[in-house]
C-alpha cells in the first residue's frame, strides 16, 4: 500500500502492456522511483528488503526493446540498481539473471555512433561491481560478443579517465578467464596496457592501479607472457618498478609498487620471462631495493613478493656447488678426471648447469587453453622441484647408539616396560594370587600357574 509498491506496480504493467508510447511512462515512473530513494530510507529498505520483487521488475524494465535506451527513465534505473544492488545485494542481481540482460544491453547501447557516453559508464560501472559475484561472466561476455566493446571504449578514451576507469574494471574481470586472456591479448590489450601505465605519473593513480591488476591477470596466460617479453616489457616494468621506488619517499603508494611486482612475477611463469629477467639486471634491482624497504614494516609485502620472483628466477645447480653461488661447500671424496661430475666442476660460476624444461610443451598448453572452459591455476603458482615433499623422507631416522643385547642389562631398572605385571604381598614377598572382583559381570578367566 505505500508510494514505492504502487510504482512498482505502474511499472510492472506497463512491461506487461508495452507499446510504443508507453516509454514516456515507464521513464516518468522510474524518475519517481528513484527520486524516493534518493529522498527516503525506508524505500532503500523497502526496494531490497528480502522478498520485494523490485529488483525483478526493472530487470524486466530493461529488457523491453521498446523503450528507449538512452532515455532518462533508463539510466535512473540503471542508477538505481547501482546505488543499491551493489556489494551485499550483487549477488541477488545475479541470481535473478542480472548480468546477462546488462551485456545484451552494453551490445546493443555500442551499436550507436557515437555511443553514449554516461550510458557506458553506468553499464561498466554496474558489470564491474556485480563481476565478482558471477562466476561465469568471462563466458557470458564471449557468447555474447562483449569482449572488444570495453576494450575499444578504453583504446579510443585514453585521457578520458571517467570512462576509462570503469572500462578496466570490466576487463579485469574478463581476464580471469584463460581463455579470454588469450582472445584480449590477441587484440593488443597487453600493448594497451603498458600505455597507461607508463612513464612514471602520480596522475591517476586509481587508473593505474587497475591497469596493473589487469595486466598482472593477462600476463598469467603464457601467450600473453611471451608476447610481453618479445616486445621487452620486462625491463619496462623494472624500470616503472625502480621509478616508484626512488619517487614514493613517503610510501603512499605501496599498492601500486605490489602490482608492478605482481606483473612481474606473472611473467616470470615462463622460462622465456625468467631469462629476460636475468639479462635485465632484474636480480640486483630487486636485491637493492628489497635491502632499502627492510626498514619500513609496512613495505613487508614488497620484500615477500620480489624474494619470490629472485628465487624462482635463480639460475639452479646440483650438489655439491664448488663455486660461491653456495654458502657450503660440499666436496666428493673421490672425484673422478672424466665424467659428468668432473664436467660439472669444470663449468664457469655464472652457468645454469641444470636443463629448464618447464616450458617444452608451450604449443599444447597454448591450444589448450583456447579449448577449455576452465581456468587453469598452474600458471599461478610456480613449481620448485627442489622442495621436498615426501613427508617420510623429511623424517629424521634414529639410530641407535647401542645393539639391542647390551640394552637388556638395564631392564631390572625400568621394570614397567616388562610385559609381566603382577601384585606383590610385602609381607610374604611372593605375588598374590588373583582374586576375581564380584562386582565384574560377564566371563572372567583365570590364569593358571604355567600362564602365570
Known amino acids: 500500500n505505500s508510494r514505492t509498491a504502487s510504482l512498482l506496480s505502474q511499472l510492472e504493467k506497463i512491461n506487461v502492456d508495452s507499446v510504443l508510447g508507453d516509454s514516456d511512462s515507464a521513464r516518468y515512473v522510474t524518475a519517481k522511483i528513484l527520486h524516493l530513494v534518493q529522498s527516503q530510507e525506508k524505500t532503500k529498505k523497502e ?8 529488483i525483478e521488475i526493472i530487470l524486466s524494465t530493461l529488457e523491453v526493446k521498446s523503450f528507449n535506451f538512452c532515455g532518462y527513465g533508463f539510466l535512473a534505473v540503471l542508477h538505481f540498481i547501482i546505488m543499491k544492488c551493489c556489494g551485499r545485494r550483487a549477488s541477488v542481481l545475479v541470481t535473478k539473471g542480472g548480468t546477462q540482460i546488462l551485456l545484451q544491453l552494453l551490445l546493443t547501447a555500442s551499436k550507436d555512433s557515437p555511443p553514449n557516453e554516461e550510458l557506458m559508464v553506468l553499464l561498466h560501472t554496474l ?7 558471477d562466476k561465469k561472466i568471462g563466458m557470458k561476455a564471449r557468447i555474447n560478443g562483449v569482449l572488444n566493446i570495453s576494450l575499444n571504449l578504453v583504446k579510443h578514451n585514453l585521457q578520458n579517465h571517467r570512462l576509462a576507469l570503469p572500462c578496466l574494471q570490466v576487463l579485469r574481470v574478463y581476464s580471469t578467464n584463460s581463455v ?59 624500470t616503472i618498478y625502480v621509478d616508484w621506488h626512488r619517487h614514493d619517499s613517503r610510501h ?12 612481474i612475477k606473472s611473467v616470470t611463469n615462463i622460462k622465456l620471462g625468467r631469462k629476460a629477467f636475468i639479462d635485465a639486471n632484474g636480480m640486483k634491482i630487486l636485491y637493492n631495493t628489497s635491502q632499502e624497504c627492510l626498514a619500513v614494516r609496512t613495505l613487508d609485502p614488497l620484500v615477500n613478493t620480489s624474494s619470490l620472483i629472485m628465487r624462482k628466477c635463480f639460475p639452479k ?18 672425484i673422478p678426471a672424466s665424467g659428468p661430475v668432473a664436467q660439472l666442476y669444470n663449468l664457469p660460476p655464472d652457468v645454469d648447469d641444470v636443463v629448464d624444461e618447464s616450458d617444452d610443451n608451450d604449443d599444447a598448453e597454448t591450444e589448450s587453453e583456447i579449448e577449455t572452459e576452465i581456468d587453469d591455476d598452474k600458471d599461478q603458482h610456480f613449481k620448485n622441484d627442489d622442495i621436498e615433499t615426501d613427508i617420510d623422507k623429511l623424517k629424521p631416522r634414529q639410530e ?23 601384585e606383590w604381598d610385602l609381607v610374604s614377598k611372593e605375588p598374590k594370587p588373583f582374586v576375581p572382583d564380584a562386582n565384574l559381570s560377564g566371563p572372567i578367566v583365570v590364569p593358571t600357574a604355567s600362564e602365570e
Open 400 to 422: 641407535l647408539g647401542r645393539s639391542i643385547e647390551e640394552l637388556k642389562m638395564y631392564e631390572q631398572f625400568f621394570p614397567e616396560l616388562s610385559e609381566n605385571f603382577q
Open 127 to 133: 558489470l564491474a561491481k556485480i563481476g565478482p559475484k
Open 47 to 54: 526496494m531490497t528488503s528480502k522478498g520485494s520483487t523490485g
Open 180 to 238: 579470454n586472456a588469450v582472445t584480449l591479448g590477441k587484440n593488443g590489450i597487453v600493448e594497451l596496457m603498458f600505455k597507461i601505465i607508463g612513464p612514471f605519473s602520480k596522475r591517476n593513480t586509481s587508473l593505474m592501479k587497475v591497469a596493473l591488476d589487469t595486466l598482472a591477470a593477462l600476463l598469467k596466460s603464457k601467450t600473453n607472457a611471451r608476447r610481453a617479453v618479445d616486445r621487452g616489457y620486462v625491463q619496462v616494468l623494472l
Open 317 to 334: 645447480n646440483r650438489l655439491p656447488l664448488p663455486t660461491i653461488k653456495s654458502a657450503f661447500h660440499f666436496q666428493l671424496p673421490v
Open 252 to 263: 603512499r603508494y605501496m599498492l601500486i609498487r605490489k602490482g608492478v611486482l605482481q606483473c
